[in-house]
């Protein structure tokens, strides 16, 4: 027994050896990793179709740098977003020309950006192994990768914040680096503002691990960006603040810069039901396993303070999580608490998901190995939730292949040489509805294979102390890192589309360019358009034509009710004034799938009045999308 336990103890001593002194394989392994995580990106930007936040982004942002009749100042309430999430992409369309394939090209950089600035972290903060295990935490989320190669904000966000964290994180960090990386964060609360809790909990960080000067100086750093945007584009610029999910529940004031009294919206996700919630909670988990498990696993062994290595890794890891969890619950509150964007959730997450990685990073080599039994027992009815949540997550892409699966006819103990489906047995013995056991059975396998995991790590850890071998964790714990570490590896087996179809086969970078020479040739420059389609991207491609631009975000800027002249000039469309524009259009373009949308136009235009050209589908998998051009006749 001894002698099996030192053989085991010296051949793992050997490996940790080897790969201490081959600086060379972790370099090759990250780059390997960062090769993988790129080739997705490439393949994602060129097979997902286009949503209407990407058109809403390129367009007008090329439209505010570039001129036109309209600027961000002006639009109106519906500007949701902080100015540079326009302005950027509107500057690098403006230097490589306007186009689906410039914005995603540019995400697919500024993704690599990001992860070079957490590979350098990662190795400063945990040495090089831990920056190679980051990067492939990256190239092994390809839902992730998904929301990165498009044209959003999400990947120009994610690329700020990471070198913000960068720079300024661990000890002795020159003030320069400290300014730059304030600066950052105040330009990127400019990008996207919902990302606001960074600033206090950065500039508390500076001053508690680098001194009162370093401190002064990063508040100042934070708040000049914000200070000059708000400046430049007031008092405007407070109708980002001005919506339900931030300060204009508490400050009556802002009410005046929200949506024009009178009016309401749609909920876009239905009627929201508990269902819903989970669904969306749990598909958060299923794109973003490796970061919210990882964050899991940071609180739930948080180690007691003698048990630091040092004070640096102590506030780092505190700053971390409060910034993390903080950005969590904040998102989580204004998605999974709302009708407007409950299926948000993950998307959302993916803004600051390289914040968990950091922190474990920094806190891994202290987590409690040996927590309390309570603890232990938390932590198991935790990962026993998180694996019936993420059977409940996969339902829609599993349910119907796992009814569908074979298993032996048996009756009696007796097996008949037959075989039938899992939906044989279960129509027949449990009268249950299809649609009920597709969404029931998914879970149920997910919360029988964490129990068989449970059950795996609880009789090795018996047996190898029987041997003699420590393994030195508590069954809780050593539970919770072989969860993480097993849904680290299996990532990519719960890879599906983040939305519902968003993966296509077919090239839709060229599709759209094609689409886009099409529309060219057919609407004259100068001509008003009438527009109804999912994306704006193919109005990048006619820089010429005039459009209102409160169409250009379809649904989530109709409102119902209210006087036509306030809903315009607070940057919004209703009905009212969907009939005096089509009035006044040249051409109507409509998305096919769009035509009983907000308001239903079938009974609204006279056909008679209009010639008709039939373009492709914009989202070429998808045979609805195609675009009906309407020109008035003479």
Not at 136 to 147: D, R
Not at 376 to 386: A, D, E, S, Y
Not at 594 to 606: K, T
């Amino acid at each position: 027994m001894f002698v099996m336990r030192d053989i085991m103890v010296a051949l793992l001593a050997t490996i940790m050896t080897i790969l201490k002194r081959a600086k060379w394989l972790a370099y090759l392994v990250a780059l390997a990793g960062g090769v993988f995580f790129v080739v997705q990106l490439w393949m994602y930007a060129h097979t997902q179709t286009s949503l209407v936040d990407e058109g809403m982004y390129l367009f007008l942002g090329y439209r505010f740098v570039n001129g036109g009749n309209i600027s961000y100042g002006d639009l109106g309430a519906w500007n949701y977003y902080a100015p540079l999430s326009y302005l950027i992409p509107g500057t690098i369309q403006s230097w490589f020309g306007p186009g689906l394939l410039t914005g995603r090209y540019f995400s697919i950089l500024l993704s690599v950006l990001m992860a070079f600035a957490l590979w350098a972290t990662a190795k400063r903060l945990g040495g090089k192994w831990w920056a190679a295990a980051v990067i492939w935490a990256l190239a092994l989320t390809p839902m992730q990768n998904k929301i990165y190669s498009l044209a959003l904000s999400q990947a120009l966000v994610a690329c700020m914040l990471t070198w913000s964290l960068a720079l300024v994180l661990g000890e002795k960090r020159p003030l320069l680096k400290i300014v730059t990386a304030s600066l950052l964060a105040g330009l990127l609360i400019m990008t996207r503002h919902n990302l606001i809790p960074l600033l206090p909990l950065l500039v508390g960080y500076v001053f508690w691990q680098h001194g009162r000067k370093a401190g002064w100086w990063s508040a100042f750093a934070c708040l000049l960006p914000a200070l000059i945007g708000h400046i430049i584009y007031w008092p405007t610029i407070l109708r980002l603040w001005s919506f339900y999910w931030l300060p204009a529940q508490w400050i009556t004031s802002l009410s005046q810069y929200g949506p024009p009294v009178g009016t309401t919206t749609q909920a876009l996700n239905g009627g929201l039901t508990i269902a819903a919630q989970l669904l969306a909670f749990f598909t958060g988990f299923r794109v973003h396993y490796i970061v919210l498990v990882g964050a899991l696993a940071v609180l739930l062994l948080w180690p007691r303070r003698r048990q630091w290595e040092n004070q640096a890794n102590l506030r780092a890891s505190i700053f971390l999580a409060a910034l993390f969890f903080s950005l969590l619950v904040l998102h989580g509150w204004a998605t999974l608490g709302y009708n407007q964007c409950t299926f948000c959730f993950a998307p959302y997450t993916a803004f600051f998901s390289n914040i968990a990685l950091l922190l474990v990073v920094v806190s891994l080599s202290s987590w409690d190995r040996k927590p309390s039994f309570p603890r232990q027992i938390i932590i198991v009815l935790i990962l026993l939730l998180l694996s019936l949540g993420l059977g409940f997550a996969t339902f829609e892409d599993f349910g119907d292949w796992l009814l569908r699966l074979n298993v032996p006819r048996i009756s009696g103990g007796v097996h008949f040489g037959e075989w039938v489906s899992i939906w044989d047995y279960v129509g027949n013995r449990l009268h249950l509805e299809y649609t009920t056991a597709r969404v029931l059975f998914p879970p149920i396998l997910g919360l029988l294979g964490g129990i068989l995991l449970l059950g795996l790590i609880f009789t090795l850890q018996r047996s190898l102390k029987r041997r003699g071998i420590h393994t030195g964790y508590a069954f809780g714990a050593l539970a919770l890192v072989v969860f993480l570490a097993v849904g680290y590896i299996i990532s990519p087996l719960m890879n599906g589309a983040f939305r519902e179809g968003g993966d296509c086969s077919i090239d839709v970078l060229e599709n759209y360019e094609n689409i886009g020479r099409e529309l060219k040739d057919l609407i004259p420059p100068g001509s008003q358009i009438y527009w109804t389609v999912a994306s704006a991207v193919p109005l990048l491609y006619l820089p010429e034509v005039n459009i209102h631009p409160a169409q250009v975000y379809g649904l989530y800027t109709y409102r119902q009710g209210g006087e036509a002249a306030q809903v315009e000039m607070s940057g919004y469309w209703n009905e009212a004034l969907a009939l005096q524009w089509l009035a006044e259009a040249d051409v109507l373009v409509i998305e096919q799938a769009e035509w009983f949308a907000y308001p239903a136009l079938n009974d609204r235009i006279n056909v008679e009045a209009y010639d008709l050209t039939v373009l492709p589908p914009v989202n070429p998998c998808n045979s609805s999308t195609c675009l009906l051009v309407y020109h008035r006749k003479p």
